[in-house]
């Protein structure tokens, strides 16, 4: 039996769990107001708690800040690792992804400068005029 409800858009409601002798689910039945209110809220407790633990799993996992691209590839394998085996949401998961992309962007840059400055020097010591012997 389908619920006899309308949802906040006006389509019929499309809920067949739970519906009663009346013939409304439970966020629609007037008689089952505070039952819905106790479902909604150990929801969101569930969810904080989720929450909680997987900042506790999170935190103490991780590996060390990257110093390096190689230790950004490291946790590049961590984060997929995480995300996997559903230790890690797949928000989280994205969010960090772009943040190792642009650190990624960020050391290579700094790579380049500091192989640029080197070649700078090298070419200023060539063009130092020789004495000759």
């Known amino acids: 039996m389908q619920c006899k409800g309308i949802t906040r858009t006006g389509a019929p409601c499309r809920c067949t769990l739970n519906v009663s002798a009346e013939g409304y689910c439970l966020n629609h039945d007037p008689a089952r107001k505070a039952q819905a209110y106790e479902v909604r809220a150990a929801g969101s ?3 904080g708690e989720a929450k909680q633990r997987l900042k506790e799993t999170l935190a103490g996992s991780a590996p060390p800040e ?3 691209l190689e230790d950004l590839a490291k946790l590049a394998g961590w984060v997929a690792r995480q995300t996997f085996t559903m230790q ?3 928000r989280t998961s994205e969010a960090t992804t772009k943040a190792l992309r642009n650190a990624q962007l960020i050391y ?3 790579d380049l400068e500091q192989r640029l ?3 700078l020097k090298e070419l200023a010591e060539l063009r130092k005029p020789r004495r000759v012997a």
Do not use: N
Request: aromatic fraction near 0%; glycine fraction near 0%; proline fraction near 7%.
């Open 45 to 47: 407790r569930a969810r």
């Open 66 to 68: 990257p110093k390096s």
């Open 108 to 110: 290579e840059k700094r």
């Open 117 to 119: 400055k080197a070649a």
């Open 88 to 90: 890690m949401d797949a």
